[in-house]
Nanobody, 129 residues
Framework: QVQLVESGGGLVPAGGSLRVSCAQS????????LGWFRRAPGKEREFVAN??????????DYADSVKGRFAIFRDVDKNMVHLQMNSLRPEDTAVYYC????????????????????WGQGTQVTVSS
């Protein structure tokens, strides 16, 4: 069974940076998609970024709201995926979740949380104004 564990959340002032990480354990897949989602108080869970790989080739994608500020990357040796968040804004405040999809996704299938198979417990990110 795949296990995903997030770490690295915390409190940061607006304009600051933070990195959240997702450690993956259990079975590994030649094809996998790992996404970051977030849920702010009173709001729906929303897609933030994802990185999908097929063998040695990987692709990443971002929500418009974080493009140019966030970067997702993978540490293959440590079986981890990181989300580097820069120029943080108060509206980035949320619980951040990593989630895994055990197949190659395309288009909207990468953004739909209902299509993800594995979920972490979440980590709180708070950006103060």
């Amino acid at each position: 069974q795949v296990q995903l564990v997030e770490s690295g959340g915390g409190l940061v002032p607006a304009g600051g940076s933070l990195r959240v990480s997702c450690a993956q354990s259990g079975p590994t897949f030649n094809t996998y998609n790992l996404g970051w989602f977030r849920r702010a108080p009173g709001k729906e869970r929303e897609f933030v970024a994802n990185i999908k790989w097929l063998g040695d080739i990987s692709y990443s994608d971002y929500a418009d709201s974080v493009k140019g500020r966030f970067a997702i990357f993978r540490d293959v040796d440590k079986n981890m995926v990181h989300l580097q968040m820069n120029s943080l804004r108060p509206e980035d405040t949320a619980v951040y979740y990593c989630a895994g999809q055990r197949s190659y996704c395309s288009g909207q299938r990468c953004y739909d949380p209902a299509l993800y198979d594995d979920w972490g417990q979440g980590t709180q990110v708070t950006v103060s104004s």
